[in-house]
């Protein structure tokens, strides 16, 4: 089996990316982001931004999108979109951009592609509503649906369900609204609203899980973020190294908002040999360099409700890890897996079963238990799930045979290079 070798910069945070360009909405003059996330789901936001009138100039290096600059005339200045603001694949994207327009006088409508279709807008809508945005949707609140954005009045919010997007969203309501917006989360999760918003010196108070917004009263200054590299594309080969003999792979400078680091804390406590180096801070982000030794077999583990959302997108990867430890591998109150880009708790069960993994599927979770060696060389369906077609990607490196990929292409939804980045680190 080949080992994962010397150094790797993953490309730029998917979720700070959309977060980066979305404020510029709110800002007044030029915008400049680097290391913009080359996502897919990022250029479905951009794309948006400019229907809503903003001018957005993407730069490219070797065919990949790298820098953008933006030139905004502020909030009152968005116009109203001549055409329907397809999110793509993306549902931040979708549930981000539906706070932005909430505030708007104008109608915006909103559509996806067929997975995000099947994605509850519920949990936007229904706050949005409360706050005084007129919504048409069809009474199961999944996309396509329209906003007629309106005078907005702040409100209390205490989220059900652990959602950054969901928080973000009302946020960005928020700061259209008259009086106070206060959103509570029920767990921790990633605060990049906040980080983002404590930079560009937009005026917010926080304590714990509960944040709270005022109407903004002047436009933020022109502002130049550069984007952390992204730990949820890290966090594959991570897993890749710390399950095969031999690797020393060093990710580089990657983002470690404490909202996002479940990866690192569950392979740690499985046993794998990680080091943290080089802490320091990037546009309000910590960032760090993430050494991946191999040390031997992982163990098992079970992780609980609460610790979901610090690695929501990772679970997939970390069952797979899970396969190869000993013992048993447990995720449980993980139910909001099944909303993601598929059901990732039905498709990652239905592909690891075949390959020889042993598998139980629960409500909210699953149940794994290790194997030295899993025989693989079976079918993986992604369910066009990009998460799903990297996670496969690792399955083929370390189970006995390859699986095959259905649709490896989606991998482009957050990580178009993802296949020549392992390829480089690959050592023969
Ligand atoms: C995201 C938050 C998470 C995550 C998604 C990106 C964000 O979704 O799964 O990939 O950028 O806020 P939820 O907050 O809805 O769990």
């Known amino acids: 089996m080949s080992s994962l070798q010397g150094f790797l910069t993953v490309p730029g945070d998917k979720s700070i990316s959309h977060r980066a360009l979305i404020f510029s909405a709110f800002a007044e003059g030029r915008v400049q982001i680097d290391n913009l996330s080359p996502a897919h789901d990022v250029r479905s936001t951009a794309d948006c931004l400019k229907k809503l009138g903003l001018t957005v100039v993407v730069r490219e290096v070797n065919g ?3 820098t953008i600059e933006i030139e905004s005339g502020g909030i009152t200045s968005l116009k109203e979109p001549s055409a329907v603001l397809d999110a793509g694949n993306s549902g931040t994207t979708m549930r981000l951009l539906a706070g932005l327009v909430a505030g708007r006088p104008f109608v915006s409508r909103f559509d996806g592609d067929e997975s995000l279709r099947r994605r509850t807008m519920k949990r936007v809508i229904q706050p949005l509503s409360e706050m005084g945005a007129r919504v048409r949707a069809a009474e199961d609140m999944y996309a396509p649906f329209e906003i007629t954005g309106h005078q907005l009045y702040g409100k209390k919010f205490s989220l059900a369900v652990a959602s950054a997007q969901v928080e973000a969203c009302i946020l960005l309501a928020g700061l ?4 106070e917006t206060v959103v509570t989360a029920p767990y921790t999760v990633r605060d990049h609203t906040r980080r983002m918003m404590s930079f560009l010196n937009v005026p917010f108070h926080s304590h714990e899980r509960t944040i709270g917004v005022s109407c903004l009263t002047k436009p933020i200054a022109p502002y130049h973020v550069t984007v952390p590299s992204d730990i949820s594309s890290a966090a594959f080969f991570m897993v890749a190294a710390a399950l095969t003999p031999g690797s020393d792979l060093t990710l580089q400078a990657v983002g470690t908002n404490p909202g996002r680091t479940l ?7 499985m046993g794998a040999d990680i080091e943290i180096r080089n802490n320091r801070e990037l546009c309000g982000e910590p960032v760090s360099d993430i050494r991946v030794r191999y040390r031997g077999p992982l163990s098992g583990v ?6 979901i959302a610090r690695g929501i997108d990772e679970i997939p990867i970390l069952g797979l890890a899970g396969a190869l430890s000993q013992g048993t591998f447990e995720v449980s109150g993980a139910e909001e897996l099944r909303h993601k880009e598929s059901d990732r708790i039905k498709a990652l069960c239905a592909n690891l079963l075949p390959a020889g993994v042993d598998v139980v599927e629960k409500p909210d979770g699953f149940v794994v238990t290790g194997k030295r ?7 993986w369906s992604t369910k066009g799930d990009h998460r799903l077609a990297m996670t496969g990607m690792i399955a083929s490196l370390v189970f006995e045979q390859a699986v095959e990929i259905d649709d490896p292409d989606c991998m482009s939804v957050s990580y178009p290079g993802f296949a020549a980045d392992l390829t480089q680190v690959l050592s023969g």
């Open 176 to 179: 259209q609204a008259r009086g």
């Open 64 to 66: 990949i999108p790298s």
């Open 263 to 269: 990866i690192i804390d569950v392979l740690r406590s």
């Open 373 to 379: 060696s899993i025989p693989g060389g079976s079918a």
């Open 302 to 307: 079970a992780l609980r409700k609460e610790e």
